[in-house]
């Protein structure tokens, strides 16, 4: 790179750094700010400017706090005190922000239901939560009805919506409540930023969600962070399409939006049909992506306004480098901010210069200032290397490891707070890294840095597998499969074979018409290394994904690739005769039987 170039980047990176620096410096722990206190002063700063839009409703800052307010008291009103917990299980809606906003005033915590559960996840997460009431609406009341029997303790049920049965009426409890704020001092003032505002829920995606811990300290690094990094003032709009209930959408976004001046333009889930309509007709100037969400709109047919918009900025986190050089490209967009962060994680970083891939950067001049670090990982054992000495051995350049992050509980960028579950807490933590007695969290990803200090997401742990003795990476090979025409998602992961050392690589897909098998053998030949290149395909209408389109594996490895099991056309990438053939009964039958040579 040249030194023009070089410095320009650099340049770039700090001042991304600085003013995300400059929003997170003041947070401590022992703080008397807590994050209500922060969307407070930006009411007040703001009281008569849009702040959420949504269904062609919208609230001003004003509005929005006084429904904030009604909350609180309602909360007061029921005899709920601080320290304990509200569940609330509906989907994007204008008073979801203000809902647990309004809660946070009077030092009760919320916690965020995933609207799309049923059955028993939603009884696990309603149960773990420990709350003792519960929000819903018309859409979600009937999932609670659904589960009542399977909660440990009675859990009363407001609905924001139609009453029937014996649900309590939240709109006309609401209608007695104060629009007014609680004095801070009688309702808050023992409270500090290092106590609970939140309970976001994990995804799911190898099992039953787990409850992460969500200080208010930690969701301002988040609402604060990207008022920062994203550069936002009052003249944007930023238009929200994922789910409330997860961090990204839920308080990235909205900090971004809220603590600037700014607004939020909300929909309640994501549409390829309106989502540019939305975009040009709104005057959106950013939106907020999870990396599935831009394969679903560069996989779509091109849309009028597409590129008659007013975006400077898209971030997010999870853009795929062939996506995002297309989305780029197609939909004209100025800038992509892409991040790294966990929800109950303590390590995050951010892509300021836009290096496509690239899921953040952390230069050798910076690096002490950092808690993250990549250290050698054994992918048999599932489990970082260990020396002689007994302690971890950090990864060179662009040698793959898995990313740790120092825990610090005086640095609030470096704090770990965990989840509801002691055991699944610790479980995360690794000892002993780089000396006797330091503690880390475990990120369960695997990334590699380069030279210059960009990172690069490369799988998850459990995803990668070793066939014919080599580490295969699901998302590389999910890369090279999307590449092909034709394919239009890839989910790739290892299946068990009797008589084989490790798991072979197999890939549900959805394609459309232009989709051809035999040259997509040709393609997966040509593409891949042969130990990586998958033994079997599964064709899906629909993959199957979380809120947050994180691609669900569990149920796909438990099915495998028996026909039995499988309901939807499988292959198996014949070695004899070179080509896709069905997987029928028989030929599952060989191949358990060690009938061909894989």
């Known amino acids: 790179m040249k030194l023009k170039a070089r410095i320009a980047r650099e340049l770039r990176f700090f001042g991304g750094l600085r003013r995300t620096l400059g929003w997170v410096k003041p947070i401590a722990p022992d703080s008397k700010t807590l994050i209500c206190d922060d969307l407070e002063a930006s009411v007040d700063k703001h009281r008569d400017r849009q702040a959420i839009s949504f269904e062609g409703k919208t609230l001003t800052y004003g509005e929005m706090d006084a429904v904030a307010n009604r909350y609180a008291h309602w909360a007061k009103e029921q005899g709920i005190t601080r320290g304990q917990t509200v569940a609330l299980f509906m989907p994007n809606r204008a008073e979801y922000l203000p809902i647990w906003y309004g809660l946070t005033k009077v030092g009760v915590a919320t916690a965020l239901i995933n609207n799309n559960l049923t059955g028993a996840a939603l009884a696990h997460c309603l149960n773990i939560s420990g709350a003792h009431h519960c929000l819903v609406d018309g859409e979600t009341c009937e999932a609670f009805e659904a589960v009542k029997d399977q909660l440990n303790k009675t859990m009363y049920q407001w609905t924001l919506g139609p009453v029937t049965g014996d649900r309590r009426d939240l709109v006309t409890a609401l209608k007695s409540c104060s629009s007014l704020r609680p004095d801070r001092i009688s309702a808050r003032d023992d409270i500090r930023a290092k106590d609970t505002a939140l309970w976001i829920f994990t995804s799911g995606t190898t099992g039953l969600p787990k409850a992460a811990r969500m200080t208010h300290m930690r969701v301002q690094l988040y609402m604060r962070g990207f008022a920062g990094s994203t550069g936002a003032n009052e003249t944007d709009r930023i238009y929200q399409v994922l789910p409330m209930y997860h961090a990204t959408g839920g308080l990235c976004a909205m900090g971004a939006g809220l603590l600037t001046g700014g607004s939020i333009v909300l929909r309640k889930k994501f549409s390829t049909t309106h989502f540019w309509e939305d975009v040009h007709t709104q005057n959106c100037t950013m939106f907020v992506y999870i990396g599935e969400l831009c394969r679903y709109l560069v996989n779509a047919p091109e849309a009028p306004f597409e590129r008659d918009h007013k975006l400077r900025l898209a971030f997010g986190n999870g853009l795929r480098a062939d996506v995002w050089e297309d989305m780029v490209k197609r939909f004209n967009i100025p800038q992509v901010l892409e991040f790294y962060g966990a929800t109950e994680g303590n390590v995050s970083m951010f892509n300021f210069d836009g290096h496509t891939g690239a899921i953040g950067r952390i230069p050798k001049w910076l690096k002490k200032r950092f808690n993250a670090r990549l250290v050698q990982f054994d992918i048999d054992k599932e489990e970082p290397v260990r020396g002689p000495n007994g302690l971890c051995i950090e990864c060179g350049p662009d040698q793959v490891g898995e990313c740790l992050g120092k825990i610090d509980p005086n640095d609030p960028r ?119 290149q998958p033994l079997f395909i599964r064709m899906q209408r629909q993959i199957e994904t979380t809120g947050t389109f994180k691609y669900r594996k569990v149920d796909l490895v438990s099915d495998g690739f028996d026909p039995a099991k499988v309901k939807d056309p499988l292959y198996f990438r014949n070695p004899v005769k070179k080509a896709w053939t069905k997987m029928t009964k028989a030929t599952f039958d060989k191949i358990n039987e060690g009938g061909f040579r894989l």
């Open 414 to 532: 470096a704090n770990y707070t965990g989840y509801a579950d002691k055991a699944a807490t610790e479980k995360k933590i690794l000892r002993d890294v780089f000396e006797k007695g330091d503690a880390w969290f475990r990120t369960g990803d695997l990334m590699r840095q380069d030279a210059e200090g960009y990172f690069y997401f490369v799988d998850r742990i459990g995803d990668t597998f070793r066939w014919k003795g080599e580490n295969v990476s699901t998302g590389e090979v999910a890369d090279r499969l999307s590449d092909f025409a034709g394919v239009l998602e890839a989910n790739v992961y290892g299946v068990a074979v009797p008589g084989q050392d490790g798991r072979a690589g197999m890939a549900a897909l959805t394609v459309d018409d232009a989709f051809d098998l035999e040259a997509f053998h040709a393609h997966v030949e040509s593409s891949l290394p042969t130990y990586a």
